[in-house]
């Protein structure tokens, strides 16, 4: 498994995570996103650069993102590993779909935390307030929506009919709106693409604190030992 931790995660982030699934015989590789952690730049105490009201940095940002994932995976197929997955939370999990989208060596993603279009998390969700608010009198939304389809889910959806996927979602989000994840699920069931669902039973963040963190686990684990 390639596994793309959350915005903002430093660089203990996901290593539970990967531990466990380590533990239950699924060997992880867990990146460092661009500019954060060991990758931050001196000027930074956030990882503003990966999402941000600069449009067009954001999306060479996250092509970055995509091709670090794409040679993630070119090395441990060069290790001699054949069954390949990738596992992205929040705007990991967006990168993890864009990398599946590009990388035909991936067999099963586990996104959790889900919308079809980048610009209306950024700006309806709570964790990009400040970023909305730098865009607002500059852009409208259908224009950010336009700006940044190269690196929708939306946009490569037809390109993962061949990728088992397993989407999740927190019932009381307000990071990722739940309306948004309901239209992806939707527009998967819709376009007839493999793929599971599972709602979680709280909000954005507190996936991360027990007992949903558990739950969580369970269910990404679960998926990616019958899929790999």
């Not at 990146?31 to 503003?48: G, I, K, Q, V, W």
């Not at 090395?75 to 989208?101: F, H, K, V």
């Not at 279009?117 to 224009?143: K, P, Y």
Request: proline share 5%.
């Amino acid at each position: 498994m390639v596994v793309l931790p959350q915005w903002n995660s430093d660089a203990e982030g996901h290593i539970g995570l990967s531990r466990l699934l380590a533990r239950f015989g699924i060997s992880a590789l867990r990146l460092s996103l661009p500019y954060h952690d060991a990758r931050m730049p001196p000027e930074l105490t956030r990882a503003d650069y990966i999402v941000s009201a600069n449009v067009v940095r954001t999306v060479q940002v996250c092509r970055q993102a995509v091709l670090d994932a794409r040679r993630a995976v070119a090395w441990l197929a060069g290790q001699g590993y054949e069954r390949i997955g990738i596992l992205g939370t929040s705007l990991g999990s967006c990168l993890a779909l864009l990398t599946a989208a590009h990388e035909p060596r991936i067999r099963a993603q586990a996104l959790n935390h889900v919308s079809p279009w980048f610009a209306d998390v950024v700006w309806r969700g709570l964790s990009t307030r400040h970023v909305r608010q730098a865009l607002d009198d500059n852009i409208h939304l259908d224009e950010l929506r336009e700006l940044w389809r190269p690196i929708n889910p939306w946009s490569y959806l037809d390109r993962i009919r061949h990728t088992q996927t397993l989407l999740v979602y927190a019932r009381y989000d307000l990071t990722f709106p739940v309306d948004l994840s309901k239209v992806l699920v939707r527009e998967f069931s819709k376009r007839g693409l493999p793929h599971e669902v599972v709602a979680l039973p709280c909000g954005h963040y507190s996936t991360g604190v027990a007992p949903f963190n558990f739950l969580d686990a369970y269910v990404l684990t679960r998926f990616l030992r019958k899929t790999l």
